[in-house]
């Protein structure tokens, strides 16, 4: 058995060397450390009871080398040629499809010439192109596409780095695409087109990008996008709500081209051919010939490549006659996979599929001899989804961080509703469409017939938020716990383990302990407080042993004068880019406080989003009137959710818990203004004997007024109030104030000039560290009992 599974043990030592050198190329101590465990680990089956033959473990250790050279190998080679920053001259081959977006659309670039100069090689850059009039706009839709040669002036510029906790790295994604550089583009008049040059991945794109307008003209806009993504690869027409809902609820492989999608096109071509009096064996090598031609059609994704492998290979057995283990061509796969890109370990979608159909390898059979209700094909399914779901639970939580626990009912119920209805019909007319569109118009309009109630029903569920939690990353113990009580499980499925009562207490303490960890913790007695980097705006987090407050949630910039040709798809919202990735990633599901200091847009612009989308049990306002419709929209969602809302008062004061009390400083008890900065609500936060401030958009006339009123004294920690702006932090105010950390969230190379250098001067000469969210990213401050300590995103000398 060993023997015939030969290549699934050595894609198992390929990974050990692969995952070795991955972190041995950041740390050689780290790296060496872990591959002496694994190489022990490795010789282990060589000992066993039932021992493993020696040629087996001799292979497998020299493909833990091969995997590690071949990582090692490929990182070296990985660099790049370019100026870190640079305003020049190129010329360059566009290499992928080239993606509108308002005002912008963006491609990669291999360059080959900068300053008219020969690069050593061609290299690769992630490009922007900027357009200032509709005319130029236009002129690049009808130009522009993969193969065009493009020559004009660059500014080249490194990716930029994550400036908040737990974000997304970016430069590191573009390394593992071999991609070491951006470039913007802010004049398209300067550029000249040359015609597109032929190739296959060129057709692939225009076929792809050809089909998803295709789709647009037969489908409803709610579902068009939908279906194009799910049929054709085209993820970027999704509408991103509607993508954000089938993330939430688990759906994602829906939509992601995979092996869901490969076995329904293979059995539904073979099918057809058969119907079409095609002999089976020719039916099987046309279907084998069309994949790769689909595959690469539809972007070719980790997943959908994986799928193609191990589809070929089936394809393969059944065209000779010869039966091919599962488990042998998922090994194959990894190996062909990894042989061509070692990067491969780090794509999310590569690792999900590989580690889904691994597990439905493995549980699946038992399952479904287990389950002896019902129809076979039921039976079957509710095996699949289970196992779907109990292999890729600790990677979901890991990377994404909310998890629906409807998810395994609603895939249960949905999956084979687009397997068997939606898929096949929206195939069909896109297929007829594709030759004419009234001739898919019927099986177009069935589609949307039965798709968008079905949509709908997705979204208020989603909005419901039911069942639905947010987890930080587990740690690697947890991991390494989760999976072996699935290795324990899968031993008892198949008989291997006898439950005894010593068994029956593992396995029912075991997710016990596992998921308890995940849901509660120890309160530790620590206040945490995030000032994130939102740009021009403001928002911190709060994070108390027992509550969670967020302070303002920034608002997306303006764009004044705003054609409609220059909307984008998807604004960018700090909110939803920023505050609730942070905040899901802490496992913060909920809100137990949200202060709204006051009504600008910069502070509340991106809240009716969080509200939409995150229950929130108190909100704390300053009273005024609306006067903007973004503040007229919170108001309205405020109350429509039935959230309690509390006027801030001078002199309110709640105590969470002995050490930690808020006090409310402004507005006044009696309201004498409506200029909203002036009615900032200014909290102070007294925490195991350390003092914060937060300041709001108080300006200099605010701080006179609390300065009279005695209301302000020393403190460690303050959220300096407007900015930083030439109106705000008079000398007063700093000399009373006289803060030892001073935090500045202001936006970089915004309009308004923030923040001003007298300010800065100000908090400096009273000996306190200045931070500012522009240069130094989100600034952590951790308060503990007779301890605070404060870290930022960047370790640059100006922000320590």
């Known amino acids: 058995m060993i023997r015939q599974r030969a290549l699934l043990i050595y894609s198992l030592y390929m990974l050990g060397g692969l995952v070795c050198a991955s972190r041995f190329v950041h740390s050689a101590r780290m790296g060496l450390g872990l591959c002496i465990v694994v190489v022990i680990v490795g010789m282990m089956p060589r000992f066993w009871k039932n021992r493993v033959p020696p040629s087996i473990v001799i292979v497998g250790l020299l493909c833990f080398c091969t995997g590690f050279t071949h990582y090692v190998w490929t990182e070296k080679r990985n660099v790049s040629v370019l100026p870190e920053e640079a305003n020049a001259a190129f010329s360059g081959i ?3 499809a080239v993606k509108f977006d308002g005002n912008r659309c963006r491609f990669i670039v291999r360059m080959d010439r900068l300053d008219n100069k020969d690069l050593p090689h061609a290299e690769r850059v992630q490009t922007t192109l900027y357009f200032r009039d509709k005319a ?21 510029a490194l990716p930029i780095a994550p400036t908040n906790p737990e974000a997304f ?79 939430s609820l688990g759906l994602t ?30 039916a099987y090598l046309a279907t084998a010939l069309f994949l790769p031609l689909y595959v690469a059609m539809s972007g070719s994704s980790a997943s959908a490549v994986r799928a ?15 039966i091919r ?96 209805i939606v898929a096949p019909l929206a195939a069909l007319a896109l297929l007829l469409g594709s030759v004419h569109p009234a001739l898919g118009f019927l099986p177009a309009k069935i589609v949307d017939l039965f798709l968008l109630p079905a949509l709908q029903l997705l979204q208020m569920i989603e909005k419901g938020q039911l069942l639905r939690s947010a987890f930080r990353s587990p740690s690697m113990w947890w991991m390494i716990g989760y999976f072996c009580w699935l290795i324990f499980l899968a031993g008892w499925l198949y008989d291997k383990i006898t439950l005894n009562w010593k068994a029956k207490l593992g396995f029912i303490l075991c997710p016990l302990i596992l998921f308890g960890s995940l849901f509660f913790s120890w309160p530790k007695k620590e206040v945490t407080v995030t000032f994130l980097d939102v740009g021009q705006g403001d928002a911190i987090v709060i994070e108390t042993p027992r509550k969670t407050v967020l302070i303002d949630g920034g608002g997306p910039p303006p764009r004044w004068g705003e054609q409609p040709w220059e909307r984008r798809r998807d604004p960018y919202n700090p909110v939803k880019s920023v505050v609730m990735p942070f905040l899901h990633a802490r496992g913060i599901s909920s809100l137990d406080l949200l202060v709204l200091t006051h009504g600008d ?101 605010g701080e006179e007024r609390l300065l009279r009123e005695n209301l302000v004294e020393p403190v460690d920690v303050l959220k300096v109030g407007h900015h930083g702006s030439k109106g705000s932090t008079s000398q007063a105010w700093v000399d009373r104030v006289t803060p030892k950390l001073s935090v500045i969230s202001v936006g970089k190379e915004n309009l308004y000039g923030h923040p001003h250098r007298e300010a800065i001067e100000r908090l400096a000469k009273r000996g306190g560290v200045v931070l500012r969210t522009d240069v130094c990213g989100a600034a952590v401050v951790h308060i503990k009992r007779n301890m605070i300590t404060y870290e930022t995103v960047s370790v640059s000398a100006a922000c320590r």
């Open 169 to 247: 790295n970016y430069p590191e994604y573009l390394h593992w695409q071999r991609i070491h550089r951006i470039g913007k583009i802010k004049e398209a008049q300067t550029l000249s087109y040359d015609g597109r040059s032929l190739s296959f991945t060129g057709a692939m794109v225009a076929s792809q990008q050809w089909l998803a307008e295709r789709t647009t003209r037969l489908f409803a806009p709610e579902s068009a996008g939908l279906l194009a993504g799910m049929l054709l690869g085209a993820v970027d027409e999704i509408d991103t709500d509607l993508y954000a809902t089938f993330s």
């Open 601 to 701: 847009s910069d502070h509340i612009g991106g809240i009716s989003y969080l509200l939409e989308n995150m229950p929130v049990r108190q909100a704390l306002v300053n009273g005024l009137p609306a006067k903007i419709e973004v503040e007229k929209k919170v108001n309205q969602l405020l109350h429509e959710k039935r959230i309690p809302v509390v006027e801030a008062r001078q002199g309110q004061i709640w105590r969470e818990e002995p050490g930690i009390v808020w006090r409310v400083l402004n507005p006044a008890q009696r309201i004498v203004t409506e200029e909203d900065n002036a009615n900032s609500v200014v909290l102070l936060l007294e925490a195991y004997g350390f003092h914060l401030l937060f300041a709001g958009d108080l300006e200099r006339e």
């Open 308 to 322: 193609l492998v191990m589809g070929e290979f089936v394809l393969l057995a059944l065209l000779t006659g010869r």
């Open 94 to 96: 566009i290499e992928s």
């Open 253 to 282: 492989h829906v939509i992601a081209i995979s092996g869901q999608h490969i076995t329904l096109l293979i059995a539904g071509l073979v099918y057809t051919l058969r119907l079409c009096g095609v002999t089976r064996r020719r």
């Open 136 to 156: 130029s706009w236009m002129k690049a839709q009808q130009t522009l596409g993969f193969g065009t040669r493009i020559t004009g002036e660059i500014e080249l």
């Open 325 to 420: 283990d599962g488990w042998n061509l998922i090994g194959a796969a990894f190996l062909i996979m990894i042989g061509y890109d070692p990067y491969y370990i780090h794509n999310i979608g590569f690792q999900l599929s590989y580690l889904v159909t691994f597990g439905l390898l493995v549980f699946v059979p038992p399952l479904t001899a287990r389950f002896t209700v019902g129809p076979a094909a039921l039976c079957r399914l509710a095996a699949v989804t289970i196992a779907a779901t109990v292999v890729s639970f600790p990677l979901t939580i890991y990377y994404f961080h909310i998890y629906s626990f409807l998810s395994p009912i609603i895939n249960f119920l949905f999956v084979p509703f687009i397997s068997v």
